[in-house]
C-alpha cells in the first residue's frame, strides 16, 4: 500500500539497505540540530533552525522599523573574534549593531542589497575589479546601503560585512567609538582553526547539492567571496576550496595592524577588545558616548557581576549538519528515491495509525 517507485528489484534492495544506513548516520545530525536550536531572541546566536530557515527563503523576514539613527559604534574586528558575542553585549546596553545574521539575513530587503552591491564590485570570475572601491556605481551602491543601514535604526556595527568599510565608517562618523575584537583566546592561529571550521567552508559547501540550486544562496555566496576580497584575505584553494592556515594566520596580523594604525590616524577613541576581557573595559570605554542610559545599564551589569554573553558557540554545529546536508545529496538518485519512498511510507503508515486510533475513539464515544 505505501508510496511506490519503479526501480529493477535488486537496486531496490541495496538502495533500502544504503538508506538505512544513511538514516542511522543522520540520527548524530539530528541531535546535534537539536543541541543548537537554542534561542536567538536573547543571544545573537547562529542556529541550525534559523539557517536553514533562511537558505530556503527566509531571509529578510524581519521588517524593520524606520528609525534613523547616526553610527556610535564600530566595531573593525574580523568575523570570527565574538563578533555576535559583541553584538548581544551592545544589545544589552540599548545599541542596536548591524552584523551578518541580524542585519543583512534578517532585515528586509538588506540581503539582496548587499548581492547586487557584491556584483557591481566583481567581474564574471568572482574577482574584484581593478579600482571597484571608487567605481561610481559601488560608491552610489555603497551610500545607498548606509542610508538604509542608518534609516532601519542600527546604531553599530560588527562583523562581516560591514567591516571591509571601517575605513569610510570612520570618515563618515568621526565621532564614533570604533572598537577591535579580537579572538577571545588572542591567538591568530585559533582564530583561523575556527574560521576553517566554520565559514571558511561556505564556498565549499555552497557550491554543491542541495544549496547549489538555489539562487539566493549563489548571489549570498558571491557576496560573501567579494567581503574576503575587501578585506584582503587570501583566496581559498584547492578541491573542495579551502583557507590556509598560514596565510589566514598572516592575514588576521595584517589586518588588525592595518586597521589600529588607520583607526589612530583619525584621531577616533580606540579599544582592543577581547570577550575575555569582561564588562568593565567595554563599559569604561562606552561612557564617552555620555549616553544616561548605556551608564546605568553598564553601571547595572558591572556590579552585579554578569559574564560577558556568550553568543554562536554551537556555530560548528551548525557547519556539522551543513555538510551533512551535502553529503546526503552526493548519494546516486536511487538512493534517495529511496530514502524518499520509506519517508512516503512510513507517513503513510502513522497516518493510517492515527486514523484508526481515532476511528476507535469515536466508536467507543458512540457506544
Not at 528609525?67 to 568575523?79: P, R, W
Not at 574577482?127 to 532601519?152: H, P
Not at 557547519?319 to 538512493?335: D, I, M
Not at 512510513?346 to 493510517?352: A, D, M, Q, T
Request: charged share 25%; proline share 4%; hydrophobic share 45%.
Amino acid at each position: 500500500h505505501g508510496a511506490q517507485v519503479c526501480l529493477p528489484q535488486g537496486e531496490v534492495r541495496g538502495g533500502r539497505r544504503r538508506a538505512i544506513g544513511m538514516m542511522l548516520r543522520l540520527c548524530p545530525l539530528l541531535a546535534l540540530a537539536a543541541a543548537a536550536t537554542d534561542s536567538a531572541t536573547e543571544r545573537e546566536d547562529i542556529t541550525v533552525g534559523n539557517t536553514l530557515y533562511q537558505i530556503f527563503g527566509g531571509a529578510g523576514g524581519v521588517k524593520r522599523l524606520k528609525d534613523v539613527q547616526e553610527m556610535k559604534v564600530i566595531n573593525v574586528g574580523l568575523a570570527r573574534t565574538a563578533t555576535s558575542s559583541f553584538v548581544t553585549a551592545m544589545r544589552e546596553l540599548g545599541l542596536k549593531s548591524y552584523h551578518m545574521k541580524d542585519g543583512v539575513q534578517d532585515s528586509e530587503g538588506h540581503a539582496e542589497m548587499w548581492i547586487a552591491h557584491a556584483a557591481l564590485a566583481l567581474q564574471d570570475n568572482d574577482e574584484v575589479k581593478n579600482g571597484w572601491r571608487t567605481d561610481k556605481a559601488v560608491v552610489a551602491s555603497r551610500a545607498e546601503l548606509f542610508e538604509r543601514i542608518a534609516a532601519d535604526g542600527f546604531n553599530a556595527t560588527a562583523d562581516m560585512p560591514m567591516n571591509a568599510y571601517y575605513r569610510e565608517l570612520t570618515e563618515l562618523y568621526p565621532n564614533a567609538l570604533v572598537v577591535m575584537t579580537e579572538h577571545p583566546t588572542g591567538s591568530a592561529e585559533r582564530w583561523a582553526t575556527s574560521v576553517k571550521a566554520t565559514i571558511g567552508r561556505n564556498e565549499e559547501l555552497f557550491t554543491q547539492r542541495p544549496f547549489a540550486w538555489i539562487s539566493f544562496m549563489r548571489g549570498f555566496l558571491r557576496m560573501e567571496l567579494w567581503n574576503w576580497q575587501a578585506q584582503g584575505a587570501p583566496r581559498r584553494k584547492g578541491s573542495p576550496p579551502a583557507f590556509d592556515t598560514a596565510e589566514l594566520v598572516e592575514f588576521y596580523g595584517k589586518w588588525n595592524a592595518g586597521a589600529e594604525e588607520f583607526v589612530k590616524s583619525k584621531g577616533s577613541k580606540f579599544l582592543k577588545f577581547k570577550a575575555t576581557d569582561g564588562w568593565k573595559p567595554l563599559c569604561d570605554f562606552v561612557a564617552a558616548l555620555k549616553d544616561a542610559s548605556v551608564d546605568a545599564k553598564c553601571a547595572d551589569i558591572v556590579a552585579s557581576g554578569a559574564p560577558f554573553p556568550a553568543a554562536n558557540v554551537d556555530l560548528r554545529k551548525v557547519y556539522a549538519v551543513l555538510s551533512g546536508l551535502v553529503s546526503l545529496f552526493q548519494l546516486p538518485l536511487v538512493v534517495l528515491a529511496a530514502i524518499a519512498a520509506a519517508a512516503l511510507a512510513l507517513g503513510f503508515r502513522l497516518c493510517s495509525t492515527c486514523c484508526r486510533r481515532r476511528s476507535r475513539g469515536d466508536d467507543k464515544k458512540t457506544a
